[in-house]
């Protein structure tokens, strides 16, 4: 016991000498790693999944590395992600090589790694009309490589994929005004248009909800991120934009079922966008009404919000106000107010918002 006692003592003090006084390190330089966590709750029985469909690496026209992107999807606190380079556009390639299955293939060993659901896809890059898609859950991205674009769209209807018609309102392809053309009708006929991009990067665009609304498809959000997240949005203030997917798994097969099935929530900034049985239950699982006390004239309540989306209400014929998001405010409403709310920062159609009735128990 003693000698190993005194062997220990040797090793540490061995230890203490083998430092090298030329290398100190300052590590108080160091960012501590650490993954957001997206408040949002989940509802009617379903796992709310947070999703960016749509961003680029350097094989296509962006300027990051494949895996880059899974580590930014995780310090941001999302779930799925698609790597959707351009089809038809690979300004790197003397430099960079591959082709268009190799964002897929670096990044899926680190997605694993990370927990973080990888959805082999692509973009089809056309000029208007039809514009941009996002192809989703593709076996092989490269097979879409076609002369004509209904041949592209052939092959991705062939191997199953999903499809996303990508910032719809985007000026250099639709300078006068945001329109549905003919090659849309036609391929929604077909079968292969699934949902639209209703906000893309900084844009929304409220009648491509309309839009989704009327036909049922499916409203998304997407980033289409082209450099870093982090320098492009201000994350003190809100998460990045995202599609938040209702589906009955944290898995890639759950995920493919929801988004057919269109249970799909647009999340950008302070603004939800989709339809009004999710957004209800969203809210309805966010907020809660504490009545607190009354006058002759008017009844107070404290009323709280446990996620990160503020609410942004408007009583008819009284006051508006802001539930913050993660917080609590308290209200005094006119006697005889009536409990339905607008809620002005949630869109169940382009120009229409959520209406919700509230539990003032007095
Ligand atoms: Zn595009
Ligand atoms: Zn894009």
Known sequence: MKTRLLLLALFISANVFAQDLNNIKIPELIKESGRKTVNVPDILGYKTLKCDFHMHTVFSDGIVWPSFRVDEAWNNGL??????DHIERHPGKTHVGGDDNSAYKIAL???????????HAGEITRSM?????????????????????????????????????????????????????EEHTQLYNEGMLHAIEVFNEQEWYPIALDWCMDKDLAPHAA??????????????K???PMTLVLAEERTEESVREALFANR????????????EEYLKAFLEASVEVQF???????????????????????????????????GETIVALPKNTSSKFLVKNLYTKGTENLTVTLDLKK
């Open 79 to 84: 779930d799925v992600i698609a790597i959707t």
């Open 129 to 181: 009309s039809p514009g941009h898609f996002n192809a989703l859950f593709l076996e092989d991205t490269q097979a879409l490589d076609k002369q004509d674009w209904h041949e592209a769209f052939d092959e991705a209807k062939k191997q199953g994929a999903y499809i996303i018609w990508n910032h719809p309102g985007w000026e250099a392809q639709q300078p006068d005004t945001t329109k549905w053309w």
């Open 264 to 275: 799909t929530i647009a999340y950008f900034g302070k603004h939800l966008a989709g339809k």
């Open 109 to 119: 060993p680190h997605a694993r790694e990370k927990n973080i659901i990888l959805i």
């Open 292 to 326: 607190l006390n009354k006058t002759k004239k008017e009844s107070r309540y404290l009323l709280k919000n446990t996620c990160d989306v503020p609410f942004q209400m408007q009583v008819k014929r009284g006051p508006a106000f802001t539930i913050p998001a993660n």
């Open 238 to 240: 809100y998460n990045r």
């Open 223 to 236: 980033t289409d991120i082209h450099g870093i997240i982090a320098e492009r949005y201000d994350l003190e």
